[in-house]
């Protein structure tokens, strides 16, 4: 599968209707393009940030959705949104085991590799780092997602309820630790997120 993400930021007071207009015209929009497998809606209310994640079964299924949904992304996300920044990635490592539901929390890491080692980042995280996540209660679903030209990822773990994010932080940064040393990867960013809605097909 492939990825688009798009992160915005603004003024919290602002989030409530562009969730609405995502949640309305946003999923119709999303559900007639060919090969679409699901979204995430993910946001921080406090500081004022909202992520977008919508998931294509093909790197070409994504890429024809492109120009429909920039025309309409301005008028969606207003008037939240005063920075916005669209990136595509394709999906090394997709692992649900129970389906996130809204009121969830999400931890998102920004990593930096060298183009070189993608592949030694997709199989530890498959190897040594799924394994070990799964351990963490309240685990829903993990993925790596990959720019591999660009030497950029990204790493998601959701969980079923804001208590079981907070009480896996200890957890993951002891996994987060040992397999971004043994991927030779470097950590560049971490967030938390609200889950408002998280629905992806893998099959």
């Known amino acids: 599968m492939f990825v688009r993400t798009v992160y915005a930021t603004g003024d919290p007071a602002g989030l409530g209707p562009a969730l609405r207009a ?16 699901g979204a995430g809606v993910f946001v921080d209310r406090d500081v004022g940030k909202l ?32 920075t916005v920044a669209v990136a595509n990635w394709e999906v090394a490592v997709f692992h649900t085991l129970q389906r996130p539901a809204a009121g969830g929390g999400l931890r998102l890491t920004r990593l930096e590799f060298d183009p070189v080692d993608a592949d030694l980042l997709a199989d530890t995280f498959h190897a040594h780092v799924v394994p070990r996540l799964e351990t963490l209660p309240g685990l829903a679903r993990t993925a790596l997602l990959l720019d591999r030209a660009r030497g ?52």
């Open 51 to 82: 992520l977008t994640v919508s998931w294509w079964e093909s790197e070409e299924a994504r890429r024809n959705s492109d120009e429909v949904m920039r025309e309409h992304r301005p008028a969606l996300l207003a008037p939240f949104a005063a």
């Open 22 to 37: 995502l949640d309305a015209e946003g999923h119709d929009l999303l559900e007639e393009r060919p090969g679409y497998r």
């Open 152 to 203: 950029h990822g990204l790493t998601g773990a959701l969980f079923t309820d804001h208590r079981s994010l907070a009480a896996s932080r200890a957890g993951q940064a002891a996994i987060r630790h040992q397999g971004a040393a043994k991927a030779r990867a470097t950590v560049v960013g971490l967030e938390e997120f609200e889950v408002v809605h998280a629905d992806a097909r893998a099959d």
